[in-house]
């Protein structure tokens, strides 16, 4: 891989620590590497996003995820944490639709709460996880519609907490569901170098990475 695969994949990267132990000086790191190899974001937990916004200021964009990892809390509780991201810095949001609801068949319910996120998070960027492990191919296709009339920037596959990450198959089908203001953020399962490059190849814009800049640094 040339060097300039690797600053394309890595311009494109959330470089991104979500563990519930992550410690400061860990997220610390993480944010200095970001500024060096020019990530897209940092993605980390909501807690560290005010600190980190005042530690760094225009040296990075900043996201962060709302409704982690399960994707249950309330829309109300939602909104709140949406507003409160973007108050305390937050330029994206990463947020997790409710996936009992789609298991349920209610799709109202589901379009409501994108619709009220998308107006919480002002011009924010918006990136929808619908952790596509627990979903069909049928509740992929609606989910990447409603999406796209919710005005959501992203569709992101995975939170990489689930039963599974991102798979190949599943950007194609987003592809061929959503509209062309909508873009793809594949996260969950990347590892090696080749598997960012596949992700990046197949035509995610966006790739959700712990170990980027490992993987690609050691390529």
Known sequence: MT?????????????????????W???QTLCKEAVKYKTATVCIPASYVKRVSETFR???RVCTVIGFPLGYDTTEAKVFEAQNAVRNGAAEIDMVINIGDVKNGDF????KELTALRSATESGILKVIIETCYLDRDEKIKLSQLVT????DFIKTSTGFGTGGAVLEDIALLRA??????RIKAAGGMRT???????????ADRL??????KALHEA
């Open 25 to 27: 000086e860990q997220i």
């Open 149 to 152: 009339k919710a005005g959501a």
């Open 193 to 203: 170098a080749e598997d960012h490059e596949m992700f990046f190849d197949a035509g």
């Open 208 to 213: 959700g990475s712990s170990s980027a800049i």
């Open 3 to 23: 060097d300039d695969k690797k600053k394309q994949i890595l311009s494109r990267v959330d470089h991104t620590l979500l563990k519930p132990f992550a410690t």
């Open 177 to 182: 569901n959503i509209g062309k203001n909508v």
């Open 108 to 111: 109202d319910s589901v379009e």
């Open 58 to 60: 225009k040296e990075l």
